[in-house]
Every structure is written in C-alpha cells, then in structure tokens.
C-alpha cells in the first residue's frame, strides 16, 4: 500500500526556515502531483502547496506564497516543502499527500481529499 513518511520538522525561531521531506513508497511516484498540507489546533487541515508529477507547475495557497517552495526528486521518490521566513502562525502538523483522487490541476486545486496521507510532522514558530 501507499506510504509516506514526513520528516524535517522541529521548532524554529519567527523569521528561520525549514525543509520538510516526505518518502513516498507503495506506488508509482512519478505518476501522480503531490502536496502539502498542514492542521493548525483547533483548526481544519487546509492545503499548502502542490506540485504536478513532473515538477513543472506548482500552485500555493495564498498565505504561503512566496516564502514556501514544493519541489520533488522523482528519482528518490521524495518530495520537499521549503520554508523561510517562518511565522507564529505557521505553527501546526504538516501533512504530506499523494494526489490520488486528482484533486491537482497544475494551476489550481478543486478543493477535497488528494487521497492518500503521511502521518504528519509538527513544525512550531516562535515568536
């Protein structure tokens, strides 16, 4: 079956940067987009950043927009979320998926499940 394994997280001082990497196995990486999402507490899980299974369209949700930056190694079937300048408010459970259901449209995202989910990675700013 579909694994994924999120790591990188930790805790980090208001204004640093982080690399998330997330494993994936159990299926044909280079078929698929991948993305990121992150759960807040109290909070919905709610959409990062995407990427296509290429490499060459990525999408973020505005809140992130140019401070993070998803990028993918289709040889070590591995994806990578990058984060600078972090804030406070970007505290919470990052999540790794594999775009399973097609939820990904290279400049876009339709909303709902990518399908298949890592265990998450907590990342915490301080201010």
């Known amino acids: 079956q579909v694994q994924l394994v999120e790591s990188g997280g930790g805790l980090v001082q208001a204004g640093g940067s982080l690399r998330l990497s997330c494993a994936a196995s159990g299926l044909t990486f280079s078929n698929y987009a991948m993305g990121w999402f992150r759960q807040a507490p109290g909070k919905e899980r709610v959409f990062v950043a995407a990427i296509s299974w290429s490499g060459g369209s990525t999408y973020y949700a505005d809140s992130v927009k140019g401070r993070f930056t998803i990028s993918r190694d289709n040889a070590k079937n591995t994806v990578y979320l990058q984060m600078n300048s972090l804030k406070p408010e970007d505290t919470a459970v990052y999540y790794c998926?594999?775009?399973?259901?097609?939820?990904?449209?290279?400049?876009?995202?339709?909303?709902?499940?990518?399908?298949?989910w890592g265990q998450g990675t907590q990342v915490t700013v301080s201010s």
């Open positions: 998926a594999a775009d399973i259901n097609r939820r990904f449209y290279g400049s876009g995202y339709y909303g709902g499940d990518f399908g298949s």
